[in-house]
């Protein structure tokens, strides 16, 4: 009798420690530390190195992420800001996009929603740039490829990326 | 005498043809006015099918790509 107390009691607090080991692994609000999608989930699985993440941004919540190829001539810096709500993340995206590309060419992309993909050159002319920018729910993305000026990023890649870095934050909204 | 007159005559037929004839031959050796042309030969267009390393691809990438390391890392890339 007392072994079969003591095993159910063994089993009672193995299920507590379980419930709140899995309630800690969850995604709690402010962690943002899984929402970047590494991009060599796309390449050969080793060409970009992450840098340290950056939380909250410009003092906004959310995450940055520099990835860069392993030769050094192209960057790809994905930013997630977490906003109050859906309206407040579209409207980040245009403050998101400015200053990034110049005299770049604007196009939709199927990408979240109001996904816009912008190429050109950095303002500085030095290099070529091409901005994915998406929200989804009360997230605003941008995904920013830079590279040589004669090598942008091509746009099957930033696409995938982007729909990859679009179910990521799906994801972490529904746990 | 009649004889002689007939042999004279068909000696001076046969030498008048062979004269015209030469004369006429050479007239048309001299001025040929044919042009003549190489016979057109028709050629379909013709592709090389190269990589930007003038073979057929570096490993396996096929004509038209080049392998490089790029924005998906490693991978064959179009020209």
């Known amino acids: ?3 079969i107390r003591a095993m159910a009691g063994g089993i009672a607090a193995a299920a507590i420690m379980s419930m709140a080991g899995f309630g800690y692994a969850a995604a709690q609000p402010g962690d943002f530390s899984t929402l970047p999608v590494d991009p060599n989930l796309i390449t050969d699985s080793l060409a970009y190195n992450a840098a ?3 939380y909250n941004p410009n003092g906004q919540a959310g995450i940055e992420t520099v990835y860069t190829h392993r030769d050094g001539s192209r960057t790809i810096t994905t930013t997630v800001l ?3 709500d859906a309206q407040a993340a579209t409207a980040a995206l245009d403050g998101a996009r400015a200053g990034l590309v110049a005299n770049g060419t604007s196009q939709p992309a199927a990408v979240g929603s109001g996904g816009t993909m912008l190429t050109g050159m950095s303002p500085d002319g030095s290099k070529s740039v091409t901005v994915l920018s998406f929200a989804e729910g009360n ?5 920013e490829f830079a590279g040589a000026p004669k090598d942008p990023a091509p746009s099957d890649l930033v696409l995938e ?3 990859k870095q679009d179910t990521a934050i799906r994801d972490w909204q529904a746990s | 005498m009649r004889k002689f007159g007939m042999a004279l005559v068909i ?3 046969m030498s008048g043809s062979v004269v015209t004839a030469q004369t006429a031959y050479a007239a048309q050796s001299s001025h040929d006015t044919n042009v003549y042309t190489q016979p057109a030969v028709s050629v379909a267009p013709k592709v090389d099918m190269l990589d930007c390393r003038g073979t ?3 490993m396996g ?3 038209g790509w080049f392998w490089r390391d790029g924005w998906r890392g490693w991978a064959c890339y179009p020209c």
């Open chain 1, 1 to 3: 009798m007392k072994n």
């Open chain 1, 52 to 54: 340290p993440a950056v």
């Open chain 1, 82 to 84: 977490v906003l109050p």
């Open chain 1, 139 to 143: 997230t605003a993305t941008t995904i």
């Open chain 1, 161 to 163: 990326l982007g729909r």
């Open chain 2, 11 to 13: 000696v001076a037929t």
């Open chain 2, 56 to 58: 057929t691809g570096d």
């Open chain 2, 61 to 63: 990438c096929g004509p």
